[in-house]
């Protein structure tokens, strides 16, 4: 049973930082392609960025390019997503999603999720 839990959500000022964590068990995020979607109120989950099981390919929304980085650390086996600069149009709840198959951005194709964090931008 995998099972992914993120943290580090909260409220922040438009230009401040966050890094959220996604924290997995059951099975190695080396094994697992990995993304982070956010899901505003009235609006569809959306791909933030996604890589690859070996990071060699890695997707960014244009949105985010720039001021987001995903990065793993294999030792603890987790996740993280830097947030830089943010802007209120980032305010979202924010999940972690892995499938050890499916590489894109289609909520769809991704197995495992977690159970979201909160991120709120303050203008």
């Known amino acids: 049973q995998v099972r992914l839990v993120e943290s580090g959500g909260g409220l922040v000022q438009a230009g401040g930082s966050l890094r959220l964590s996604c924290a997995a068990s059951?099975?190695?995020?080396?094994?697992?392609?990995m993304a982070w979607f956010r899901q505003a109120p009235g609006k569809e989950r959306e791909c933030v960025t996604a890589?690859?099981?070996?990071?060699?390919?890695?997707y960014y929304a244009n949105s985010v390019k720039g001021r987001f980085t995903i990065s793993r650390d294999n030792a603890k086996n987790t996740m993280y997503l830097q947030m830089n600069s943010l802007k209120p149009e980032d305010t979202a709840v924010y999940y972690c999603?892995?499938?050890?198959?499916?590489?894109?951005?289609?909520?769809?194709?991704?197995?495992?999720w977690g159970q979201g964090t909160q991120v709120t931008v303050s203008s």
């Open positions: 059951g099975r190695t995020l080396s094994s697992l392609h």
């Open positions: 890589t690859t099981w070996t990071d060699s390919s890695t």
């Open positions: 999603a892995g499938s050890g198959i499916y590489y894109g951005t289609n909520p769809a194709g991704y197995d495992y």
